[in-house]
């Protein structure tokens, strides 16, 4: 099942990259796009899964490759007196539209209502940002998500 998700930054969502000669994290990106982080979002998944007592197989969740985003901005991080860091950033409040694919053929794939309990826990206490469990970036919340093809076996992979 192929579904669109559309999420909305509660926190802001920080580049990955060690910092470059501009001393500024960047995202990772392939021409336009930004490139996600796909082993954030499935230990994120199996986390949220497994703290959630839900029996699924998070590896049925295929994640987006890439994101076109909107704009960048640089986040100034502060985190003691006299240290700072710089961040490519997308700001709170960004709107951010994704397609996951649900590979319902696999063993416990989770169902649609599972998979947006399991983004909203990701989105409340865990974040999309490598930064974001340990110090809050990159979480979200969820503001829809629904079916867009029906059957991820027509979908050529």
């Known amino acids: 099942m192929l579904t669109l998700v559309r999420i909305r930054l509660n926190t802001p969502l920080l580049g990955d990259l060690s910092p470059g000669r501009d001393g500024i994290r960047r995202f990772r990106k392939e021409g336009d796009m930004v490139l996600i982080n796909e082993q954030t979002w499935r230990e994120q998944f199996t986390q949220a899964a497994g703290e959630a007592h839900m029996l699924v197989n998070t590896e049925a969740i295929c994640p987006p490759r890439t994101l076109l985003p909107a704009s960048y901005h640089i986040y100034t991080r502060h985190y003691s007196q006299v240290k700072l860091d710089y961040f490519e950033s997308f700001r709170k409040g960004t709107v951010l539209n994704m397609t996951f694919m649900l590979r ?13 309990t399991l983004l ?38």
């Open 104 to 116: 319902e053929n696999l063993p416990k794939a989770p169902t649609l209502e599972q998979f947006k």
């Open 120 to 157: 909203s826990l990701v989105g409340t206490w865990l974040g999309l940002s490598p930064w974001g469990s340990k110090f809050g970036y990159g979480r979200f919340e969820v503001m829809d998500v629904h079916e867009i093809a029906a059957n991820s076996t027509e979908i050529s992979e």
